[in-house]
């Protein structure tokens, strides 16, 4: 869908739809919605005195203009209480609107986002809105050839603002278009079956993506993984008949001295457990086990869209977890490209192992900050349930930042603690460390198995096994892949320029 930025009043908008948020027991109408309504006559108005629309969180009413204004409907929609108004009301109310017109086949909507609303800054509100409706519109229908000619697609949303607003306003929904469509590039990645999303398939992806400017691309094989001694990535591609690729993209939009942010995603494309294989019962979402992984590409290419003055890494060790012929066994032992050795206890806790390789190789770069992002345990979705990302890591002002940067974009992220006495559950007897702690506090010793191959630089990981993935539609987050935590990794590198 298209999204343009028009000067002028939305009453007068050439359009299918009108969409006119109303907050609930709000008699006195904004500006633009009291212009709507009294050039069509009083039909808002009359609506709410029914009592028919109360203004109620995802309400959606349709009423019709018959002839008063150019557009032929106006989309009454809630955002409930004026008092309790949040960006994120202004997203949902702005996804379901956008898909109860969709599903009309009302193709053509026209909107204008009051400024006025709550303490928020009026560039945010109209931000707010383009997300939610982009997002809110996002379906994974590649597979579908029946019916396929019904599944109609928004063409365009017109904001209408006022001529001082014009620039500013344009500018930020700009940015707000590029950010969405990087979370749908990493939902349509996420969502993509394992068949087709190899770590040879991810790995184009990146090289595609290292077609903008200042983005370079470079995989490594599984040649240079062995000489390399990336032995504990190379352990866990040994059962699967797809070559593991370690992808490293570089977006150099920062001065040349700078140190990069460095971002590292788990690419596991299928993870069926190893020999220690899963029940068969939703093995078939571990097709999502690549959500870190999709993150990554995501963010490269939006901060290179954005054109950002800032300098990235991104590392994701990428292959699949299948208990083949000559699969890591449990009780096997390898030695990491860190030097360090690890006896697995578990051939399903893989993740932990090619995130070892990749975060040790990370201080190569030499980076001013390392964000590793990994489907990594199921113990994290016990833990804090299925939307909110735990959040371990050894710098707490970044810890902060991102805490910070998670709010402003409705994704949850919540802190687990790192304390020294979880070591003591992943010492092996035998090696260096084992790749399992125990069933007891599963996602903070999944993170402090990482932590032992983290270099000399400010370390935070995101366990995103609940929030990568939504088993229900949420208002902007249909179900199924999320994209998350793509805009709070955005907003937080957004911050970061701002000092
Ligand atoms: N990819 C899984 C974690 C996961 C589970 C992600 C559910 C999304 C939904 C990971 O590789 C895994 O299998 N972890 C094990 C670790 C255990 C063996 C220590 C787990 O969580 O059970
Ligand atoms: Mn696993
Ligand atoms: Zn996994």
Known sequence: MKINVCKGRLADAKSQALIVPLCEGENTLSESVRDVDEKSGGVIGEVLKSGDFEGKPGQVAVVYSRGKLAAKRIALAGLGKKSELTLEKIRNTYARTM?????????????????????????????????GSLLGLYRFIPYKTIG????????????????????????????????????????????????????????DHARKIAKRKKVTCEVLEAGKMKALGMNALLGVAAGSQQ???????????????????????????????????????????????MAGGATVLAVIRAAADLNLPVNLVGLVPATENMPGGKALKPGDILKSYSGRTIEVINTDAEGRLILADALSYAAKYKPAAVIDIATLTGACIVALGEEVAGMLGTDDQMKKDISRAAQATGEKVWELPLWDHYDDLI?????????????????????????????????????????????KDKPYIPKGASGIPVRTLMEYLQNRLKG
């Open 99 to 131: 898909q109860h017109l969709r599903a009309m086949n009302v193709l053509e909507a026209a909107a204008s986002p009051e400024p006025e609303w709550g303490a928020e800054s009026r560039e945010k509100v109209f931000t707010a809105a383009a997300e």
């Open 148 to 203: 396929r000619a019904e599944l109609k697609e928004m063409r365009k949303l017109d904001f209408f603002v006022s001529s001082d607003d014009y620039s500013l306003i344009s500018g930020e929904i700009e940015k707000s278009r590029i950010i969405a469509e990087a979370v749908c590039f990493a939902r349509d990645l996420v969502s993509a079956p394992a068949n087709e999303m190899t770590p040879s398939i991810l790995a």
């Open 243 to 289: 070559p593991p690729k370690l992808i490293i993209l570089e977006y150099r939009g920062g001065k040349r001295t700078e140190a990069p942010v460095a971002l590292v995603g788990k690419g596991l494309t299928f993870d069926s457990g190893g020999i220690s294989i899963k029940p068969s019962e939703k093995m078939d979402e571990m097709k999502t086990d």
């Open 427 to 471: 010492k092996s007897d035998i090696a260096d460390f084992k790749n399992t702690g125990g069933r007891m506090g599963g996602a903070i010793t999944g993170a402090a198995f990482l932590s032992k191959f983290v270099g000399n630089y400010p370390w935070v990981h995101l366990d995103i096994a609940g929030p990568s993935w939504f088993t």
